[in-house]
């Protein structure tokens, strides 16, 4: 079930649905003005800038994503704590975040766009050496920018990170193997779910 809030920042209406799906906390806001166009990398960059230093303890920033989903823009910010992320901290989390975002001059997005503010999930992106560093002993998904022992894809356990690289555990059909990859030669990581 939606419930649906109208509140007013600085002249722009808005609209905040709060859902749960999926097991994942969200709430969305709807920013109801047209902006200025620029790249996404630089959107991304910016705000995970100003965001960092706001979102204190207990929470944590883990990731800033911003792109087209379907017809609308979407400005997602991943925030996790310990024990996991509520709805109301979402909620709690927006009225933090979007005044901060109307602050940004000169505003940096193309058009109109939506807020979420969401837990990572299961799957939560390892993007720096301290997240994959908290990852031990843990199931990641590894994509690599080259291949390692004929692979580049590579799902088990992380066991050992140390001098930048990635020591993991990984069933070929049937027997366990170890691989060791360099960082270097990461180009994404995740948190995965072993099935």
Do not use: W
Request: aromatic share 8%; charged share 30%; hydrophobic share 40%.
């Amino acid at each position: 079930m939606r419930k649906a809030k109208f509140l007013h920042f600085d002249g722009t209406c808005a609209k905040i649905f709060k859902t749960n799906r999926k097991g994942e906390a969200k709430t969305y806001l709807r920013l109801l003005s047209v902006r200025r166009c620029c790249p996404i990398a630089t959107i991304v960059e910016l705000v995970t800038e100003i965001l960092q230093p706001a979102i204190q303890a207990p929470f944590e920033l883990v990731d800033v994503e911003y792109g087209k989903m379907g017809g609308d823009y979407v400005l997602s910010i991943f925030v996790d704590k310990p024990g996991g992320i509520t709805l109301n901290d979402t909620a709690d989390l927006t009225e933090v975040i979007s005044p901060l975002l109307d602050q940004i001059q000169p505003d940096p997005f193309p058009e109109q766009y939506f807020l979420e503010v969401t837990s990572p999930g299961l799957e939560r992106p390892l993007k720096t050496k301290d997240a994959v560093e908290k990852s031990l002993g843990q199931y990641i998904h590894v994509s690599l920018y080259k291949a390692v022992d004929k692979q580049k894809v590579i799902e088990g356990t992380l066991v050992k990170f140390e001098d930048d690289q990635l020591t993991m555990e990984y069933m070929d059909k049937t027997r366990k193997k170890t691989i060791e990859i360099p960082y270097s030669l990461v180009s994404k990581a995740r948190l995965a779910v072993k099935l």
